[in-house]
């Protein structure tokens, strides 16, 4: 059994700041890729922004230059420090590991979802 255990999110006002956390637990050999996706009231799910376990980044454009993703392998956690925000990214943020690698194969995982709620 593998989990994905989000934190982080809550109310901030516009121009402020949050920082998610998602740590991944159970019998894990390795991680793929990690990353964010948001799901705003009535709209489709959508990524946020990704990171592979060597590092590379990519993020959507609406959130480029606000948003930084990074991981630490060790400790299967993946965090989403977002800065500037701004109403229109109030949305259920969820995590999402693509390839969790056990010793009996590979499965992707999602987390339960984080409300962030910015208000103007």
């Known amino acids: 059994q593998v989990q994905l255990v989000e934190s982080g999110g809550g109310l901030v006002q516009a121009g402020g700041s949050l920082r998610l956390s998602c740590a991944a637990s159970?019998?894990?050999?390795?991680?793929?890729?990690m990353g964010w996706y948001r799901q705003a009231p009535g709209k489709q799910r959508e990524l946020v922004a990704s990171?592979?376990?060597?590092?590379?980044?990519n993020y959507a454009d609406s959130v480029k230059g606000r948003f930084t993703i990074s991981r630490d392998n060790a400790k299967y956690t993946v965090y989403l420090q977002m800065n500037s925000l701004k109403p229109e990214d109030t949305a259920v943020y969820y995590c999402?590991?693509?390839?969790?690698?056990?010793?009996?194969?590979?499965?992707?995982?999602w987390g339960q979802g984080t409300l962030v709620t910015v208000s103007s």
């Open positions: 999402n590991a693509d390839r969790v690698f056990l010793f009996s194969g590979y499965l992707e995982v």
């Open positions: 159970g019998s894990i050999f390795a991680i793929n890729t």
């Open positions: 990171i592979t376990s060597g590092g590379s980044t």
